[in-house]
């Protein structure tokens, strides 16, 4: 059942990262992202920040697979899967309640329920 489940977050995580790689690219979606405060293409500086969070957010994905079993795990690093699990889990519902607090409708509906399923699937994979 943790399979599945880590199958899951990891698409849930790439949509994410798609969506962080559009913005890095200039995509005009600033009004829904940072609680509406860069209508349009977000500026450089938060476009780089855009593209270090899709490599984050696709460096989670394998993390989650991996402690799952789905995927295997460079050697040596199985000892950091659970804590890494663990972090990703607790990150995700700080994100989850800032998402909750946007002024954006898109971060508080769409972006706070991706980010709420992201960390319960990602404490199950770590408690498994």
């Known amino acids: 059942m943790t399979i599945p489940a880590a ?3 990891a698409v849930l995580f790439a949509g994410m990262a798609a969506f962080q790689a559009s913005l ?3 995509a005009p979606l ?3 992202v940072l609680g509406g405060r860069h209508p349009g293409a977000l500026p450089t500086r938060l476009r ?3 593209a270090i969070a899709a490599a984050i957010l696709v460096g989670s994905a394998l ?3 991996a402690r799952a079993g789905a995927i295997g795990s460079p050697v040596g690093a199985t000892g950091l899967l659970v804590p890494g699990s663990w ?3 607790a990150f995700l519902v700080l994100n989850t309640l800032g998402n909750l607090a946007s002024k954006s ?3 508080r509906t769409v972006f706070a329920a991706m980010t709420a399923a992201l960390a319960v699937l990602s ?4 408690m498994s």
């Open 48 to 50: 780089t920040f855009s």
């Open 123 to 126: 404490a199950y994979a770590a």
């Open 24 to 26: 890095a690219l200039g």
């Open 30 to 32: 600033g009004a829904h």
């Open 63 to 65: 993390v989650i697979l």
């Open 7 to 9: 199958v899951l977050a």
């Open 105 to 107: 409708r898109l971060e």
């Open 87 to 89: 972090a990703i889990a």
